[in-house]
């Protein structure tokens, strides 16, 4: 079945550091891939997507890039804030809407 | 414009009892998603509903079931709780849900439920 792998945290950055997290996946066919962001006690926001071999998707400063050839979608950032803290999930999703996640990966900056 | 919003938003019960959530989808929205998220972990797949059927169902035993009403709104029940059933459980809501597509999910806040 479909599955998301992702870089386990707690990831740990100084304010205006470069973020990267890494994401593979494996799937049938050719999913849709996503970027969700769970910010303390809120629910999950769609952060960026992507829906096709090197489609780039991009949010807030965010970026990934749908890489077929690596089945990949990393997450990256230049410059990474306070107010960016929050846990992170990978996700991949096929026909109808079921989402695949990975197993998320917290992001802590500090000042 | 109201979001999904889902009820209550914390319940604990006891081993062996039943509970039911609620979601409202954002409204024109006809397809609503359930996901368990345990913990530390990335959501799970429980049911998709489309149009009142049921479209898809992840890999939960048949304690867990769902319907969805004509005016779109869902529920989730599961009978016979076991301790493992703790979770946040999220409801989200799609357009349609159409085979060979997607459409973007909005996730509601979530219902925690603590099985003692």
């Known amino acids: 079945g479909d599955s998301v792998t992702q870089m386990e945290g707690p990831v740990t950055l100084s304010e205006e550091a470069f973020l990267t997290i890494n994401c593979t996946y494996t799937a049938t066919g050719y999913p849709s891939l996503f970027w969700y962001v769970q910010y303390p006690g809120e629910g999950l926001q769609l952060l960026l997507k992507a829906t096709k071999a090197d489609d780039k998707g991009s949010n807030k400063g965010f970026e990934a890039t749908y890489r077929k050839e690596t089945t990949s979608f990393h997450l990256e950032k230049g410059s990474v804030q306070v107010s960016d803290s929050a846990v992170y999930f990978c996700a991949s999703g096929g026909g109808y809407q079921k989402v695949t996640f990975g197993i998320g990966t917290k992001l802590q900056v500090i000042p | ?116």
């Open chain 2, 1 to 116: 414009d109201a979001g999904v919003t889902q009820s209550p938003t914390h319940l604990i019960k006891t081993r062996g009892q039943h509970v039911t959530l609620r979601c409202s989808p954002i409204s024109g929205h006809k397809s609503v998603s359930w996901y368990q998220q345990v913990l530390g972990q990335g959501p799970q797949f429980i049911f998709q509903y489309y149009e009142k059927e049921e479209r898809g169902r992840g890999n939960f035993p048949d304690r867990f079931s769902a319907r969805q009403f004509p005016n779109y709104s869902s529920e989730l029940n599961v009978n016979a709780l076991l301790l493992g059933d703790s979770a946040l459980y999220l409801c989200a809501s799609s357009l349609t849900g159409v085979a060979g597509s997607y459409n973007e999910q909005f996730f509601g806040p979530g219902t925690r439920l603590t099985v003692l």
